[in-house]
């Protein structure tokens, strides 16, 4: 399942297809990127970051990619577990001490 | 478990009361920070203190305070309480105060009535 186009804010993927979360991302000076997943009733849990130098990254299972041309920032989950439902959000620094989040993105994994 | 811990877990008060809320960092993370969570605003960043001095200040209410104590925990204060500041609050903290890796705790459940 993907989400295409800025963003949309709800995905539904088939357990053990690929995931694909898309963000646009607002000020062209952010210099580091973060993703975080949100579950029912908890706080954010840190995924994956990335900073303005690279073009991708890499870690269990995720997959971060940077586009600096477009301001864009996307989220590959492999083989989508039910585990993986949860509420998906981008976040940049700009350099000012902060997080600036996007809004979210549900994604429900169908059995 | 981000080893980030915040109390209480729920709370309900009346229009017009104060409440603290607490949070204490990771071990060994000088920076706290403190975000507002409401069902039609995200996730809002309110105030950001590091080492026990304010650093960076959001969309905080001036009903709103927070300090930073010697321990490095901290407390954000709400007064005068609205409908409206029912809200899941969050803490977060991270090692170096620049904004980046944060690590967030399991929040707190502000319900006013």
């Known amino acids: 399942g993907e989400s295409v186009g800025l963003h949309l804010p709800t995905l539904s993927v088939q357990e053990g297809d690929n995931s694909i979360i898309n963000c646009a991302y607002s000020?062209?000076?952010?210099?580091?990127f973060i993703w975080y997943k949100q579950e029912s009733g908890k706080g954010p849990q840190f995924i994956i970051d990335?900073?303005?130098?690279?073009d991708k990254r890499q870690g269990q299972r995720v997959t971060v990619l940077l586009n600096k041309t477009v301001k864009h920032l996307s989220l590959q989950i492999a083989a989508t577990q039910p585990g993986d439902s949860a509420v998906y959000f981008c976040?940049?620094?700009?350099?000012?001490?902060?997080?600036?989040f996007g809004a979210g993105t549900t994604v429900t994994v169908r059995a | 478990d981000s080893g980030v811990t915040q109390t209480p877990k729920h709370l309900i008060t009346a229009t017009g009361q104060r409440v603290t809320l607490r949070c204490s960092p990771r071990?060994?993370?000088?920076?706290v920070y403190w975000y507002q969570q409401s069902l039609d605003q995200g996730l809002q960043f309110l105030i950001q203190?590091?080492?026990?001095?304010?650093?960076a200040k959001g969309n905080i209410l001036e009903r709103f305070s927070a300090q930073q104590f010697p321990d490095l925990h901290s407390e954000l204060n709400l007064s005068s309480l609205e409908l409206g500041d029912s809200a899941l609050y969050f803490c977060?903290?991270?090692?170096?105060?620049?904004?980046?890796?944060?690590?967030f705790g399991p929040g707190t459940r502000l319900t006013v009535t």
């Open positions: 071990s060994g993370d000088l920076s």
């Open positions: 990335i900073r303005s130098n690279m």
């Open positions: 976040a940049e620094n700009n350099n000012d001490y902060k997080l600036s």
């Open positions: 977060a903290s991270s090692a170096d105060g620049l904004g980046d890796e944060q690590y």
């Open positions: 203190y590091y080492n026990g001095e304010e650093r």
């Open positions: 000020n062209s000076a952010s210099d580091y």
